[in-house]
Nanobody
Framework: EVQLQAYGGGLVQAGGSLRLSCVGS????????MTWIRRTPVKGFEWVSS????????SYSDSVKGRFTLFRDNANDTLTLQMNSLKPEDTAAYFC??????????????WGKGTLVTVSS
């Protein structure tokens, strides 16, 4: 069974940093692209960032580019989103998502439970 356990969310002041991690199990982690999606009551679901299976290719939404960094450790089945210069509009539930193949465009096949990030102004 595919499992994606995300952790690292919490409350932080604007301008601060948080690191989200997602540990995958039940599949060959290094064979699949991974993505972070966030959800807010106002905007709904928003794509944040994706990384290819080997980690050589990353992409970011314009809203987080330059502030967030996505990387992965395939030896330890871990995906990490380093979030710096956080803004109140980054407040959301963040979901770790496994792709259907080595590239992000191959669909979002499995979702983990979200971890909540709250940024106070």
């Amino acid at each position: 069974e595919v499992q994606l356990q995300a952790y690292g969310g919490g409350l932080v002041q604007a301008g601060g940093s948080l690191r989200l991690s997602c540990v995958g199990s039940g599949f060959t982690f290094g064979s699949f692209a991974m993505t972070w999606i966030r959800r807010t009551p106002v905007k709904g679901f928003e794509w944040v960032s994706s990384i290819s299976s080997g980690g050589g290719s990353t992409s970011y939404s314009d809203s987080v580019k330059g502030r967030f960094t996505l990387f992965r450790d395939n030896a330890n089945d871990t995906l990490t989103l380093q979030m710096n210069s956080l803004k109140p509009e980054d407040t959301a539930a963040y979901f770790c998502v496994k792709s259907g193949g080595p590239w992000p465009w191959q669909g979002m096949e499995n979702w983990g439970k979200g971890t909540l990030v709250t940024v106070s102004s």
